[in-house]
């Protein structure tokens, strides 16, 4: 299988934490998240080529943190997606075809499994659109009239959290977000904008406990979900209460 490229877009300031860093920088367990984070990746591609998309002003980042031998600091953009193309274009220039895997992922995602990310690799190596981590949606849904009460229940049937790492080729994912980008689309995530082209990523189900911190009680139920999964003994869905 071909060595893919990580991006791991990691400039923005955390605004719904509202700490005194960005949200990057907050300890779990002693380390950063984002320390947690490439340790993650790397336990699952050591061979891997890592861009590391950070706000160029940064005064919190320790090279140190970086497991990865073949990596790169890539200046980060306005937005997450803006991070995504700069780092695409550094891939470019340093001589990558466009068949090259690229794999994007959330640097506030320090709880994705290993064999989760092993199991991607290998579907989206093979798919010629490529593919995204996702998890059946358990809950019940409810769509709101605008004015805070509901005014349906959706049926869950076929809906997924969209989950990352997601993966494409390197020419794929540029075309979509420059596509993206002259319609006025609005990117969520790489597999909405290869999405538009017309394209079908796969849904490669992953656990549950991929949590993305955004908000202050997240930090805590990370360490948790890290703790549980170091002693073996974290569920991989929910159980339906009866």
Known sequence: MPTPWLVVPAAGCGRRMGADRPKQYLTLGGRT???????????AF???????????????????????????????????????????EA??????????????????????????????????????????????????????DGAGQVASTEDRAGLWHALTPQGFRLGVLRRALARAHADGVVVTDEASAVEALGLSPRLV??????????????????????????????PTGHEECR
């Open 33 to 43: 998240v984002l320390a947690h984070t490439l340790s993650r990746l790397h336990a």
């Open 205 to 234: 189900p992953g656990r549950r406990d991929n949590l993305k911190i955004t908000h202050p009680e997240d930090l805590a139920l990370a360490g948790q979900i890290l703790a549980a999964q170091a002693s073996g003994v974290v």
């Open 91 to 144: 891939i470019v220039a340093e001589g990558a075809d466009e068949q090259a895997l690229v794999l994007v992922h959330d640097v506030a995602r320090p709880c994705v499994d290993v064999s989760d990310l092993a199991r991607l690799f290998a579907v989206v190596s093979d798919d010629p659109v490529g593919g995204l981590l996702a998890a059946p949606v358990a809950d019940t849904m409810k769509r709101d």
């Open 46 to 88: 050591p061979e891997a080529r890592l861009c590391l998309c950070l706000d160029a002003e940064d005064d919190h980042f320790d090279p140190a943190w970086v497991p990865f031998s073949d990596w790169r600091r890539v200046d980060g953009g306005a937005e997450r997606v803006d991070s995504v193309v700069n780092a695409l």
